[in-house]
């Protein structure tokens, strides 16, 4: 089993659609939580840290749950310039960050 | 903000050459120095994690005299792929953690084509 497990997509949404990403990790020792953004041929980037009381970050939103081992990623009014993969990456403090697979997201107009 | 760079971004190289790839933190000191790669449509995989002046501790499944990584200062590391195959081609991208800091810098990754 994975140690962190995305839907890969493709979710190919149209500008101004409101997409919600799902990830679920198997480490129930893991203690930090974090949605980065992979452009193609890219490093990923850090988005948002993700915390237990759910936060946001302008048209991003972000929630944990830790008793059931999942994160999702929620993003409204969808840009263009959205477009990329959304890795949800987990850790234990000063450990290497684990990387889902990733979930791609296509905008069009 | 902290800056990893690496170099090169891109190298294509015969089968049986080796490549280094280098990564330097240029406004902090790097402890760890953790090693990925990423194949086409896959996730980023940890091949190792090495803290400066000690030896690389590897993944389960990564050949450690095959990639060769030396940290021997706290603002370079390096990973030298030893007779690369095409099965070798990849994404390889390094993640310095600094001490006292919680934060994760990646360099820019290197696309290694072996042909």
């Known amino acids: 089993r994975k140690e962190v497990e995305q839907d890969p997509g493709p979710f190919n949404v149209p500008e101004g659609a409101t997409v919600a990403f799902n990830c679920t990790y198997s480490?129930?020792?893991?203690?930090?939580f974090f949605w980065y953004r992979q452009d193609c041929r890219k490093e990923p980037k850090l988005l948002m840290s993700v915390y237990s009381s759910g936060n946001e970050d302008g048209r991003f939103t972000a929630q944990l749950n830790r008793a059931s081992q999942y994160i999702s990623l929620l993003i409204r009014d969808s840009k263009l310039s959205d477009s990329a993969t959304y890795l949800c990456v987990v850790n234990q403090a000063g450990t290497a960050l684990i990387f889902g697979k990733g979930t791609t997201l296509s905008v069009s107009s | 903000g902290a800056v990893v760079s690496q170099h090169p971004s891109r190298v294509i190289c015969k089968s049986g050459t080796s490549v280094k790839i280098e990564c330097r933190s240029l406004?902090?000191?790097?402890?760890?120095m953790f090693w990925y790669r990423q194949f086409p449509k896959q996730s980023l995989m940890l091949m190792a994690t090495s803290n400066e002046g000690s030896k690389a501790t590897y993944e389960q499944g990564v050949e450690k005299d095959k990639f060769l990584i030396n940290h021997a200062s706290l603002t370079l590391s390096t990973l030298t792929v030893t007779s690369a195959h095409p099965e070798d081609s990849s994404f390889y991208i390094c993640?310095?953690?600094?001490?006292?800091?919680?934060?994760?810098?990646f360099g820019s990754g290197t696309r290694l084509t072996v042909v």
């Open positions: 993640s310095a953690r600094g001490q006292g800091k919680n934060g994760y810098t």
């Open positions: 406004d902090f000191q790097a402890t760890t």
């Open positions: 480490n129930s020792a893991s203690q930090s």
